[in-house]
């Protein structure tokens, strides 16, 4: 069996943990347990973290257990958060938990014909058979105010003057209880988290001993951040999700690619199961070679073939090649709308009917009155750039600004306009 915890060590994935793990997780199968908020209807990349963690924990032949908070998320974590969080309905968590499952069956074997065979648990169906008075008089009696009090998640929020709601502050308890529950009835006895959740598993270890008096272990990775001290997982436009429908894989896949070299030898242990002889080796090229970008090109591929499929990779790249490289008419062709769309996202467009476009003869007629204003002031303006060779429609250079106009529409209904090197436009044909 390998080490997990050598493996997350040289992965620069290893914070903190408690004495004799390691002693633990040598002695043969162990169980282990990581919690996912479901807040959403989708993980986002900040979220990878800990599905890799228990990719690796499964690898190393032990069986992970993925529990989504369907009680926790009613209520919101307050770990390091500077204010509460509005609270969900249970329709709402039950769509996000169902779609967080889907998610997670992409990265961790689910297949019932392995011994190790992960495992998805909600901890509403537990929580929800609780009455209030069940739960502190059978739970909360066990761990002091104090204790909870000196947690720096807690004492972080008093400080700050934001206050804590009885609501959030009860959250650890009932984290607490979530390992106590799986420890008690599927022999999970590990939890794995992000470090700042390091005060919450604790909690739960402590229940452990005092209500069950058992051993229990915790093993947290740290919280990733970005080179330039900006937070990790996010763009100009927001959160990128795993959800292809919030995040296209063109965007997620450019997101990998734009990473910068420093985070790139970072993010290559931590989000791809690439060997260390393997990355080594990567960075060995990519050093010799740096404008090659061999890293970034690599974790793109690996985290998006992971997350989607090869066949979205291979779309991603070839939209990529389309905005920054040379390709041709074919190419452009091939993409679907969703990713031409989101290639030229932001790139100035002008609608015309479908008897305009029938109306249009030679290339110069389509730089007439219809698209006047938006890609040339003018037909003079026009000829003169395509008589020099600056123009292209679908990435075909146009000569001849009286010659016959035959470019075909893309999707059905788009044109793409190149005026120079770096200038695109879209013509929208509508109905």
């Known amino acids: 069996m390998n080490s997990f915890i050598e493996e997350l060590r040289w992965r620069g994935m290893l914070q903190d943990m408690t004495p004799e793990i390691d002693e633990h997780l040598n002695k043969g199968m162990a169980a282990a347990y990581l919690g996912f908020d479901p807040t959403a209807d989708s993980l986002h990349i900040g979220h990878l973290v800990g599905v890799m963690t228990l990719l690796h924990f499964q690898r190393a032949g032990h069986k992970p257990f993925a529990l989504v908070g369907g009680a926790t998320g009613m209520i919101g974590d307050p770990s390091f958060k500077s ?36 495992e998805l648990v909600n901890n509403y169906d537990w929580m929800s058979q609780f009455s209030f008075l069940d739960f502190i008089r059978d739970v909360g009696k066990h761990i002091t105010v104090n204790y909870m009090m000196a947690k720096d998640s807690v004492k972080r929020r008093l400080e700050d003057g934001n206050g804590l709601s009885f609501t959030e ?12 529950h799986l420890w008690k009835n599927k022999n999970c006895t590990v939890q794995l988290g992000g470090s700042d959740q390091w ?17 229990a272990f915790a093993l947290t990775v740290p919280l990733i951040t970005k080179a330039d001290g900006s937070k990790f997982g996010k763009t100009e436009s ?15 896949y450019q997101f ?21 002889e393997t990355i080594e080796n990567l960075e060995k090229s990519h050093q010799e070679a740096p404008h090659l970008r061999i890293l970034q090109h690599e974790i793109a591929k690996q985290v998006t073939i992971m997350v989607h499929s090869e066949e979205d990779y291979l779309m991603a790249q070839k939209a990529s ?54 890609i040339f002031s003018s037909k003079g303006e026009a ?21 016959a106009f035959n470019s075909q529409l ?22």
């Not at 242990?269 to 060997?275: E, M, S, V």
């Not at 003169?384 to 600004?401: A, H, M, W, Y």
């Open 199 to 215: 005060g919450n598993i604790v909690t739960g270890t402590e229940l452990i001993r005092r209500m069950g008096g058992g051993s």
């Open 238 to 252: 927001g959160s990128v999700w795993l959800d292809p429908e919030k995040t296209s894989p063109y965007a997620f």
């Open 83 to 118: 204010a509460e969080r509005n609270l969900l309905d249970k329709k709402t968590l039950d769509h996000n938990v169902n779609c967080i499952q889907n998610q997670l069956s992409k990265f961790l074997d689910f297949s019932s014909e392995t011994t190790n065979k992960a």
């Open 410 to 431: 893309l999707q059905g209904k788009y044109l793409l306009i190149q005026k120079g090197k770096k200038n695109y436009y879209i013509v929208e044909v509508t109905k």
């Open 321 to 374: 090649q389309i905005l920054f490289g040379k390709s041709s008419t074919e190419d452009l062709a091939t993409l679907d709308e969703r990713t031409f769309l989101q290639v030229f996202e932001g790139v100035p467009q002008v609608k015309i009917t479908e008897a305009q476009f029938g109306e249009i003869s030679t290339v110069l007629d389509l730089f007439g009155e219809m698209t006047q204003g938006v």
């Open 169 to 180: 502050f009860s959250y650890q308890l009932i984290q607490g209880y979530d390992f106590y």
């Open 383 to 403: 000829r003169k750039l395509i008589q020099g060779g600056g123009l292209s429609i679908n990435k075909e250079k146009q000569t001849d600004p009286n010659g």
């Open 256 to 276: 990998w690619l734009n990473v910068s070299d420093e985070d790139a030898s970072k993010y290559i242990r931590i989000f791809t199961i690439l060997d260390r």
